[in-house]
């Protein structure tokens, strides 16, 4: 859909060269925040050291979300080891496997079976999310019965994400359905 089968965030930190020294100049919210949507994507990097520039409750929130990564790290590897072979994107719009979700943009797929829901906005405590037709089980246990739509809490150690529990949900991206390689997941 956006011509690359895997992206990299941009560096956690950003270029905030003059912020090296202390905390002062770093937003630590956005840090963490920004460090979260990375934690779920192909690769990620940070500019500056978490441990030189956020205070303890930031750093943990960081840390938080490294074992996120690291517990999904085989599906985001084998997704690579997808895209290889298939040229599918590891970070996918919602349409790609719900179709009528193309107005969602906050949210994506990493696969075709679990949903990120990461946190955009400042101070957020909550957030709405979309979930296409199925069952699907958040990262604080709840299940959900889709189409719908939900509000989540978003503390600041949070990613939420959900896995589909059920394989009720269409996996065809519009276009041609009659590619071989579109097929129902399980």
């Known amino acids: ?21 202390g905390q002062q100049g770093v ?16 690769m990620m990097q940070f500019s500056l050291p978490p441990a030189r520039v956020l205070d303890a409750r930031h750093l943990a929130a960081v840390h938080s979300a490294l074992d996120v990564r690291t517990e999904n790290l085989p599906l985001i590897l084998s997704l690579v080891d997808e895209a290889a072979l298939t040229g599918e994107a590891v ?14 943009t906050d949210q994506y797929f990493l ?4 949903i990120v829901a990461p946190v955009t906005e400042k101070a957020a405590t909550h957030r709405d ?12 246990g709840t299940v ?5 739509r939900i509000t989540t809490c978003t503390p600041l150690d949070r990613i939420p994400r959900f896995t589909r529990v059920t394989d009720a949900a269409v996996t065809e991206p519009p276009g ?5 390689r579109w097929r129902p997941t399980r």
Request: aromatic share 8%.
């Open 129 to 140: 999310v979309h979930l296409p037709k199925g069952q699907w089980q958040a990262d604080d």
């Open 27 to 42: 937003d630590q919210e956005f840090f963490v925040r920004y460090a979260q949507i990375a934690a779920l994507s192909p």
């Open 176 to 180: 041609d359905q009659d590619d071989a």
């Open 111 to 114: 696969g075709p079976n679990l």
């Open 91 to 104: 970070v996918r719009p919602m349409a790609f496997h719900a179709p009528g979700l193309d107005d969602v």
């Open 1 to 21: 859909m956006i011509g690359h089968a895997w992206t990299c965030p941009d560096m956690i930190g950003g270029g905030e060269i003059g912020a090296v020294g």
């Open 144 to 148: 959900h019965t889709g189409p719908t």
